[in-house]
């Protein structure tokens, strides 16, 4: 969970403030990305005042940088220590904020400082720029001008030092000058020079001094003599970040308040080569990302930034798994580049927070509603929900203010987006906190940070009305008869118990809804007792704990070798332990340097280690908590029952997935595999787990514990439905399962180019044989159509991958039937009376349905099939059922019905008329209404669809699946423009028919919106 106030548990953001009231509106308070360009005179004590943002509940990320192109995000390493202290006084000055990036993006060419040390003076009109910008951004915001002009005096009210913003500071003449909607060259080529194939020493040197050569000649002529002798840029490698980054670091955390402050590792620019050096031949990003994080490994890391984007606003482009070209085949040339980073971060280091801190379109943003926004969110949540992944806490826009031409403010197609976006619930944190009922009189301690205040509220409130800033663990008493309610909080009336004369207003929940206050009991008096005589031992520890009991850490905290802190060797700290680690106690209490002190054992990177952990910091915050005892829900299965999985499955050593090192995953288990159950359940990690024996992709037998379902309850595994083998021909449909197939020019895979693979179909998608097979590098190759995000595709596929394991399957049985069964010709009727052609097919028009989402999570194109059935057509029954809905959805399924099935559910819908009601039973084949026009239709149709057991509604296509494998096949008329022209004789049916259309609209999503 949030470790303090200044973090949000949404992962909702955008960098730079003005934009916070859409978070705030929707009572979603997420992040704001700050970027501070400061300089490095560690007598400059400027700062920001955050706390218009954090006491509105508003994350706050401030990212400190030396300054912009050609200044260095980091100055010149014989410049690192000023910096530190910089970045230190600084911090100290800047309250409402406890997260840090240090630098930004410097792997690139125009991070690095360009020959050496460079002076940044302090010009009076850099100050006067920044403040006409807030005061611009002000009059456009009337609604904010209290705020901001009150921000804007506390921003440059603080004397003689301030915060140095770089942008403004005049270039050398050696370098021309930026465009001016680009002023800090984010748009130049270089800065993603891999995506353009510029490599070598150019790739190094863009944008630099050190390739004025490839300016114009008439830029040359105007550099200076004491330019050209100027020295080279320093380039900054993981060696020489690490060194700054741990002395900003330890600057940081030692000032005052800032102890436990996160000072994150800098985002890494994806698709740049630039910086090369030994053990990274080639420039690799990634590469460059994980050596940084090795290095600050050992001396101590809180987290990282991440930057990743797309190319345009497709929003089919968010889930493309798309690879560049070579020399770099290997890494994504999208969105979910993002994946590559953390697929990478060291084992040791995957408990660490990470945050998204800039995404963008690369381009400047097309102001449509386009469902880009949605999609990203949706896409960084289904990460989030898969078991054993490194959560991420946070996904900025860049960017809101007018400052470049990326900017989102005013543009109100992409801030509708937005708003839908925050329509849905998307949290890196999903603890629920319960708070107890509070009264007069009642003592309380505070959760997080607080504020006092002079009065109740905290909305256009000056400066001078904070009382106090109140630490986590504080205990304070509520004063009064009754509390107030103001700006849509609950204030009470409250005085520190430690200190009687501090008192004032404090909020009992925070803008997002969570409890800043817990209700505490008050101690019984103490019986005093005669003082023996001389000194003697410490009055013994309270006893919260005891020996056996199982804790887990609140935050990040020291385990040591022996209890206490001060006069400790170096060697002391035995491990930092990360945030929600389990515990057991061994021994204690102690106290030593007034802290409660408890030894204790942790497994971590799958070893175990023991020390000394203290109970709580001398402020009142709590590092340790008991484990929440959980009670496993009755079992769904028992040992040497057979069960089957519905997903992709992680089969592990031991129960759980948290904290567990790479060794700990035994084999990847492929969908439909069947499983046995030795024992179990065990609940580990809120999941519950069995031990079972299964098949891993090459078919050797395997045993391990498998958990029954993902977070988040997305099912792993189901009753078990014997799988059919039967060979494939021409003409057969083939389904995927979990996991894409790429699809090819031609048969075979070895010594191929990267020009060789069309796309990847997703998984669930059907495809259809329409030639093959062939034998290519020791695998059978089929001819297939089918539908990738791009659009219909033909070209090859391997029935299986070259370890064996099966990329074409038949379509699993439905629950509890035998359903579809080739050789015994069982099947679903017919959902229609006649034959009919298919005007839409599964997966079809992948960036138009993009814009239309279940539960929040986007599709990945049309979830269902249209026929081409006539305005009239008698609707079939598919099997018998009950019908669970029949209504009118306008703009959207028009007259639909929904049937339930023992094995799932089918939906019929733009029906002209329905002939059953909610509740009725049905039979196969009933007429339960007529195909019409109805909704968002774009003509005559009957769209069928079915959901099977067990499904989750958020997996990208609503919980449906294709139903074309399940229905006769020689029924089914396989639309031409799908079939090559040898192929048209192999369907088996009735002469084809066919008519493009556009495909039809659903209804668009809004807060609250259930589809059917």
Request: hydrophobic residues 40%.
């Amino acid at each position: 969970m949030a470790s303090n106030r200044f973090e949000s548990r949404w992962l909702y953001g955008l960098h730079d403030p003005g934009g916070e009231s859409l978070m705030l509106e929707a009572r979603k308070p997420g992040w704001i990305v700050y970027s501070a360009a400061i300089g490095r005179e560690p007598g400059n004590q400027a700062g920001v005042d955050f706390r218009p943002l954090s006491d509105r509940g508003v994350g706050v990320i401030c990212r400190l940088t030396h300054g912009h192109f050609p200044h260095g995000t980091l100055p010149h390493s014989s410049q690192y220590a000023n910096f530190a202290r910089r970045c230190a006084a600084f911090v100290a000055s800047s309250p409402g904020c406890h997260i840090w990036i240090i630098g930004n993006e410097p792997n690139t060419a125009l991070a690095r400082p360009q020959g050496g040390a460079v002076v940044m003076p302090e010009r009076a009109r850099t100050r006067a720029a920044q403040q006409a910008l807030l005061i611009e951004a002000a009059q456009a915001r009337r609604g904010w001008w209290a705020r901001l002009v009150d921000w804007v005096k506390r921003l440059f009210g603080r004397g003689a030092g301030r915060a140095v913003s770089v942008e403004a500071e005049p270039l050398p003449a050696a370098y021309p000058a930026p465009e001016a909607d680009d002023p800090l060259r984010r748009g130049v080529p270089e800065r993603f020079n891999a995506l353009y194939g510029i490599y070598g020493e150019d790739a190094g040197q863009a944008a630099t001094g050190e390739v004025m050569a490839q300016r114009p000649p008439e830029v040359m002529a105007q550099r200076p003599p004491e330019v050209m002798a100027q020295r080279p840029p320093e380039v900054i490698t993981p060696a020489l970040y690490g060194k700054c980054y741990d002395l900003c670091r330890s600057a940081i955390r030692q000032t005052p308040g800032h102890e436990t402050d996160l000072v994150l590792v800098a985002a890494v620019a994806p698709w740049n080569s630039q910086t090369t050096y030994p053990g990274n031949a080639r420039g690799d990003w990634v590469q460059y990302f994980v050596d940084i994080l090795r290095i600050v490994q050992d001396t101590g890391c809180d987290g990282f930034a991440l930057h990743t984007f797309a190319h345009g606003s497709n929003p089919a482009q968010i889930a493309s798994d798309a690879r560049m070209q070579p020399p770099f085949a290997d890494r994504r040339i999208g969105f979910r580049t993002y994946q590559d980073f953390l697929a990478a971060v060291p084992e040791g280091m995957r408990h660490l927070p990470a945050y998204i801190t800039e995404t963008d379109q690369v381009e400047p943003w097309a102001d449509v509603n386009s469902g880009w926004v949605q999609r990203a969110y949706a896409e960084v949540d289904r990460w989030n929900r898969q078991p054993g992944t490194q959560k991420l806490r946070a996904l900025a826009l860049y960017r809101w203010s007018r400052a470049d031409r990326w900017h989102l403010e005013g543009k109100s197609g992409v801030i509708a987006d937005f708003q839908l976006a925050l329509a849905h619930d998307y949290r890196w944190d999903d603890t629920v906190e319960e708070a107890a009922p509070l009264r007069a009189g009642d003592r309380a301690a505070v959760k997080s940070y607080a504020s006092l205040r002079k009065a109740a509220g905290y909305l256009n409130k000056t400066g001078d009305d904070l009382v106090h800033t109140l630490t986590p663990g504080t205990q304070i008493t509520l004063l009064g008869d009754a509390p107030q309610e103001l700006d849509g909080l609950v204030w009470w009336r409250a005085g520190v118990v430690d200190a009687p004369g501090i008192q004032g207003w404090l909020a009992q929940f925070g803008p997002d809804g969570a409890p800043l206050l817990e209700r505490v009991e008050t101690p019984e008096p103490a019986v005093a007792a005669a003082a023996a005589p001389g000194p003697g031992p410490a009055s013994a520890p309270s006893s919260v704990f005891k020996v056996g009991d199982r804790v887990r850490t609140t935050t990040i905290v020291n385990g040591r070798r022996t209890p206490g802190l001060t006069n400790k060797p170096a060697d002391d700290v035995v491990r930092e332990i990360p945030r929600g680690t389990p515990l057991v106690i061994l021994g204690g209490p102690e106290r030593h340097d007034g802290l409660v002190w408890w030894l204790v054992r942790w497994k971590l990177d799958g070893a175990a280690g023991e020390g000394w952990v203290a109970q709580q910091l001398a402020t009142g915050e709590v590092l340790l908590e008991k484990m929440p005892t959980k009670t496993a829900p009755p079992p769904r299965y028992r040992p040497g029952d057979q069960a089957m999985t519905v997903n992709f499955v992680r089969l592990r050593r031991s129960p759980g997935y948290m904290n567990k090192a790479a060794d700990d995953v035994i084999a990847e288990i492929w969908q439909g595999t069947a499983v046995v159950f030795i024992s179990g359940p065990r609940v580990v990690d809120d999941l519950t787990w069995w031990e079972v024996e299964t098949s891993d992709t090459q078919g050797r037998k395997v045993r391990g514990w498998m958990a029954e379902a993902a977070p988040g309850g997305i099912p792993l595994l189901g009753p078990w439905v014997e799988e059919d083998r039967t060979p494939f021909k021409v003409g057969d449909l083939a389904a995927l399962g979990a996991v894409g197939v790429r699809v090819r020019r031609s048969p075979g895979y070895r010594g191929k180019g990267d020009d060789d693979v069309l796309g990847e179909f997703l998984p669930k998608s059907t495809i259809y044989l329409v030639g093959g097979p062939v034998t290519a590098d020791d695998l059978r190759w089929w001819r297939v159509s089918g539908v990738l995000l791009a659009g219909e595709v033909l070209g090859w596929v391997a029935e299986t991958a070259p370890n064996g394991g099966p990329l074409l399957r038949r379509a699993p049985k439905l629950p509890g039937t035998s359903i579809p069964d080739l050789a015994g010709r069982k099947f679903l009727g017919q959902p229609f009376a006649g034959a009919f052609g298919i005007s839409q097919l599964w997966g079809e028009n992948a960036a138009f349905y993009a814009r239309y989402s279940y539960e929040g999570v986007a599709l990945w194109g049309h979830n269902g099939v249209d026929f081409l059935t006539p305005s009239g057509t008698p609707v079939l029954a598919t099997e018998a059922g009950e019908v669970a809905q029949a209504g009118f959805e306008p703009g959207g399924f028009g007259n639909y019905v929904l049937l339930r099935h023992a094995w799932g559910e089918s939906v019929y819908a733009h029906l002209e008329a329905i002939a059953v009601q909610p509740g009725q039973a049905v039979g196969r084949g009933a007429v339960i209404g007529q195909s019409g026009n109805t909704g968002g239709s774009t003509g005559p149709h009957l769209h069928f669809a079915i959901r099977i057991n067990p499904y989750t509604r958020t997996d990208g296509w609503g919980g449906y699946s294709d139903p074309l494998p399940y229905l006769d096949p020689k029924a089914v008329i396989w639309p031409p423009y799908m079939l090559e022209t040898s192929a048209l004789s192999t369907t088996g049916g009735p002469a084809p028919v066919t008519e493009r259309r556009p495909p039809p609209r659903m209804v668009e999503d809004a807060p609250g919106l259930i589809r059917p």
